[in-house]
């Protein structure tokens, strides 16, 4: 059965970076587009960031545009969220999912048919 683990998440100052990385066990992730999504306390989940399958299509929220930068390895069935010019409000539990055959046109939780457990990331000085 297809999992998915989130790893990379941790404490960093403010204007720091992050890389955050969705690996898969026994399952290649060639036709699964990877959503990044994140939950702050107290608020709703949000997609953030999204690469597609075929085409590397990529997707940001406003809020990660010109600072995140999403990316894959089909090679190592893996995802992974480059995250710089990291702010105290982007402290948040982040996730990954998969879109089978998504094409990252948009990014909403209802597209997704899988979820890792997520990865804590705090940006505190």
């Known amino acids: 059965q297809m999992r998915l683990v989130e790893s990379g998440g941790g404490l960093v100052q403010p204007g720091g970076s992050l890389r955050l990385s969705c690996a898969t066990s026994g399952t290649s992730l060639d036709y699964y587009a990877i959503g990044w999504f994140r939950q702050a306390p107290g608020k709703q989940r949000e997609g953030v960031a999204c690469?597609?399958?075929?085409?590397?299509?990529?997707y940001y929220a406003d809020s990660a545009q010109g600072r995140f930068i999403v990316s894959r390895d089909n090679a190592k069935s893996a995802g992974y969220l480059q995250m710089n010019s990291l702010r105290p409000e982007d402290t948040a539990v982040y996730y990954c999912?998969?879109?089978?055959?998504?094409?990252?046109?948009?990014?909403?939780?209802?597209?997704?048919?899988?979820w890792g457990q997520g990865t804590q990331v705090t940006v505190s000085s």
């Open positions: 999912a998969t879109d089978l055959f998504g094409t990252c046109e948009t990014l909403t939780e209802d597209q997704m048919n899988l």
């Open positions: 690469i597609s399958t075929s085409d590397g299509r990529t």
